[in-house]
């Protein structure tokens, strides 16, 4: 079966501090995979996606960034971090087109930057 | 992708049933509806999806009028663990598979 993982669980930084988050899949192949932000209380707002590795699309401007090393590997990066980049941020698979629409969502990273 | 609406938030009692309806007037012919309920601290969770007509899961059952144009989550029983949030969106089956949320229904189940 396919798994998802996410870490850190939680992460405190500093403003100006860089950040990596890691998420990784298991158990299938070319998933297209998601980054996502949830502000408290809000809906989710999708940050970055990859249909394959190298291919990153930015949907909203900021000062992150992502990557795709590997074909289950997605990071997200940031040089400097802003207090705004506070949150919680969740990594998301799904099947190549083809497959299933559902996304499935890893347990999630909570970042707080101070 | 389909903009949806739904209620900001519900409440319920231990043992009733819940309808959630959602509006999505400009889904696309190929665009699926689909349920994801998220509980604090946690990934929204996928519940339900379908095309029209009505779908019946372990979870929930799903309604969809014929001019798709709105449908209904339906939670038979709830429980005090069924509050949380849940979204209504429409997948479409392109390649990207970007999905757009909403703020969600808050569903708070009173004992």
């Known amino acids: 079966s396919q798994t998802i993982h996410q870490w850190p669980a939680t992460l405190v930084q500093p403003v100006g501090s860089p950040l990596s988050l890691e998420c990784t899949v298991e158990?299938?192949?070319?998933?297209?995979l998601y980054w996502y932000r949830q502000a408290a209380g809000r809906g989710l707002q999708l940050l970055f996606y990859?249909?394959?590795?190298?291919?990153i699309s930015s949907e909203v401007p900021q000062n992150l960034s992502a990557s795709r090393p590997q074909d289950r590997q997605f990071i997200l990066s940031s040089k400097k971090l802003l207090l705004s980049d506070s949150g919680f941020y969740l990594c998301?698979?799904?099947?190549?087109?083809?497959?299933?629409?559902?996304?499935?969502f890893g347990p999630g990273t909570r970042l707080t930057v101070l | 992708l389909a903009k949806t609406t739904q209620p900001i938030s519900m409440d319920s009692y231990e043992g009733q049933e819940v309808n959630i309806t959602c509006s999505h007037n400009?889904?696309?012919?190929?665009?699926?509806i689909t349920w994801y309920q998220q509980f604090p601290s946690q990934g929204p969770r996928f519940i339900i999806q379908?095309?029209?007509t009505k779908v019946t899961n372990e979870v929930a059952s799903l309604f969809i009028p014929a001019d798709r144009k709105s449908s209904t989550l339906s939670l038979p029983r709830v429980s005090l663990s069924d509050t949380a949030v849940y979204y209504c969106?429409?997948?479409?089956?392109?390649?990207?598979?970007?999905?757009?949320f909403g703020q969600g229904t808050t569903l708070q189940v009173k004992p």
């Open positions: 998301a698979w799904r099947e190549p087109h083809g497959g299933t629409d559902t996304q499935y």
């Open positions: 400009n889904i696309a012919t190929n665009d699926y």
């Open positions: 990859s249909v394959g590795i190298g291919q």
């Open positions: 969106l429409g997948e479409g089956s392109g390649n990207t598979g970007k999905l757009i």
């Open positions: 379908g095309y029209k």
């Open positions: 158990g299938t192949s070319n998933p297209n």
